[in-house]
């Protein structure tokens, strides 16, 4: 009957295994970046796989508009001012819409940011703002005129990365 070409054989299993294993392994990351470069066509960032840290304890609210500065960072008594001293490893900061001047450069562990709107939130800072170690997600909120260092993991869901920013990528 047939006969086969046993290193023929051998070779078109290993060529049909190279192409079904990492198909099978395959996913989807949508990643990308926004800039804004004064168009009026920016880029978006999405990134999908955004994981909340579940103790409440480690949320800590802000709202640019409050009367003053004397909260202690609850949902009902937000602060006013985003510092780096308040932003602590392994939390969620929620921001609601306002410009939020960091008043210095953050080390950053493992950080959510959330804005409330990416457009109306906002966080401003000239020079290095972050340095990512662990991860950091950005989310809803525009980044102006910062330098993000990232060492490890940076997402960024719907978050506009204004004027003269730049991600360094380690």
Known sequence: MFKINRGLYFLSIILVLLIIIPSTFAHENVTG?????????PIQSINEDVEIIKDSSKDYYFNASAADDSGDGSKGNPYKYLTADRIKANANIYLANGEYNLDKFKSIEQVNFIGSDANQTIIKFNGVAFKVWNAMTLTNLTISDA?????????????????????HLY
């Open 33 to 41: 970046v926004m800039i804004d470069d004064g168009s009026s066509n």
């Open 147 to 167: 330098t993000i260092m990232n060492y490890a993991t940076l997402n960024a869901t719907n978050t506009i990365f204004a004027h003269d920013n730049l991600i």
